[in-house]
Nanobody
Framework: QVQLVESGGGSAQAGGSLRLSCAAS????????MGWFRQAPGKERELVAG????????YYADSAKGRFTISRENAKNTVYLQMNSLKPEDTAVYYC???????????????WGQGTQVTVSS
């Protein structure tokens, strides 16, 4: 069992930045690839960024490329999502999730955090 707790959400102006954190507890954090998903009202949950177990490989959705950076500190059992140049369309609930590898399909992630709201105003 892995427990995930997100933090760092909130409100920002367009063009601003936010940094999300996801703290893990339970089973060995480094055994899992991690993903940051988001879900806006009326839309499907989508993978924004993913990172491999070691941190050596990353994935970004087209909407996140060049603006978001995912990273992890296995010694601290934490994964981060640095979000820069925020846009109103980034407004969503953001979730971190754990899986055996990076998948774009949310159904393949076994553990989920409770989510944190990000609101970007124009």
């Amino acid at each position: 069992q892995v427990q995930l707790v997100e933090s760092g959400g909130g409100s920002a102006q367009a063009g601003g930045s936010l940094r999300l954190s996801c703290a893990a507890s339970g089973r060995t954090f480094s055994n899992y690839a991690m993903g940051w998903f988001r879900q806006a009202p009326g839309k499907e949950r989508e993978l924004v960024a993913g990172i491999s177990r070691s941190g050596g490989s990353t994935y970004y959705a087209d909407s996140a490329k060049g603006r978001f950076t995912i990273s992890r500190e296995n010694a601290k059992n934490t994964v981060y999502l640095q979000m820069n140049s925020l846009k109103p369309e980034d407004t969503a609930v953001y979730y971190c999730a754990a899986a055996d590898q990076i998948w774009t399909n949310p159904k393949l992630y076994r553990y989920w955090g409770q989510g944190t709201q990000v609101t970007v105003s124009s």
